[in-house]
């Protein structure tokens, strides 16, 4: 029998964990921005399938930003965006 993966969303990573960008899903529509343009400008600034993905640290109070580290770059992500990037965790 084969486990399937087990996804998470990126803003549920813990601080110091990586994992591979598996999707990014479209945001909410009702949203000042269109849905789809969020998850093109995700995927714009790497949050691509199957790239390496790290997440560095939390902000605080309120655990926002999020900031991650995708390639060599570094950005800083607000919860719900992150929300929108499944990604399956390292072991």
Known sequence: MTLAPTLINLDALAAGKSG???H???GNPADTEDGADLARRLMELGFVPGERI???KRGMPGGEPLAIKVGNATFALRRFEAALIAIQPEQ
């Open 20 to 22: 591979t960008v598996v």
């Open 54 to 56: 790290r997440m560095l």
């Open 24 to 26: 990014v899903a479209p």
